[in-house]
């Protein structure tokens, strides 16, 4: 049972990457945003190209622009397979900071009567 479904999300997955393949030559179902239309080739282009420089067309045309975000920066996993956004200050809400340790209020003590 659960060999099956992961070859059927294999199958899925294949197919998926098939259908961006013929969005970035200009065929099939769908279509390449305006903002990555300069990504587009013809498909005698794409079928000269090898399988490494087709894996960086399609990182360029399918990955979110690191640029575009203030504050982020690329990570990388330790073998390399994996590449990432990090946003160091995720997490936390707009605006906030953190208070000097100065600026932190102090309790009033309690008078003892005497």
Not at 12 to 27: F, K, M, N, P, T
Not at 30 to 38: G, N, V
Not at 67 to 92: E, I, M, W, Y
Request: with cysteine.
């Amino acid at each position: 049972m659960l060999p099956d479904l992961v070859d059927n999300l294999r199958t899925l997955l294949a197919s998926q990457y098939a259908e961006a393949d013929r969005a970035i030559c200009g065929r099939g179902n769908f279509i390449l945003r305006p903002t990555h239309r300069k990504h587009r080739m013809s498909v005698a282009d794409w079928k000269a190209l090898s399988e490494p420089q087709r894996q960086r067309v399609r990182h360029a045309v399918f990955s979110l622009p690191c640029d575009g975000v203030a504050g982020t920066q690329q990570s990388t996993s330790t073998d390399g397979n994996l590449t990432v956004l990090h946003r160091p200050d995720a997490g936390k809400k707009l605006g906030s900071r953190r208070r000097p340790r100065a600026d932190r209020t102090t309790t009033q003590t309690k008078k003892q009567k005497l």
